[in-house]
């Protein structure tokens, strides 16, 4: 079992940053690969990033590629989406997620679910 509680949420205006915590506890941090999702209003949840259990690898969804960057802290067993150039269409509950395989998040599903984080983006 793993815990997950995302933080750093909030509002900001468009072309502004910022950067989403997610922090694990139960089993090793380093067994799961981890990623991020996003849920807007009236849509359905859409995978954002994800990062391989090694932190060797990371996967974007095109809409996000080149402003958003995920990364993970080992020591602290927390993984991070910084996110950059911020645009009203990024505005959406943010899910952290954690699976066995990367391939699992890309695939868009996860074994674990944080409870969101609201980001909004003004225009």
């Known amino acids: 079992q793993v815990q997950l509680v995302e933080s750093g949420g909030g509002l900001v205006q468009a072309g502004g940053s910022l950067r989403l915590s997610c922090a694990a506890s139960?089993?090793?941090?380093?067994?799961?690969?981890m990623g991020w999702f996003r849920q807007a209003p009236g849509k359905e949840r859409e995978f954002v990033a994800a990062?391989?259990?090694?932190?060797?690898?990371?996967n974007y969804a095109d809409s996000v590629k080149g402003r958003f960057t995920i990364s993970r802290a080992f020591a602290k067993n927390t993984v991070y989406l910084q996110m950059d150039s911020l645009k009203p269409e990024d505005t959406a509950v943010y899910y952290c997620?954690?699976?066995?395989?990367?391939?699992?998040?890309?695939?868009?599903?996860?074994?674990?679910w944080g409870q969101g984080t609201q980001v909004t983006v003004s225009s």
């Open positions: 139960g089993r090793t941090f380093s067994s799961y690969a």
């Open positions: 990062i391989t259990r090694s932190g060797s690898s990371t």
């Open positions: 997620a954690a699976a066995t395989s990367i391939l699992v998040i890309t695939s868009g599903s996860s074994d674990f």
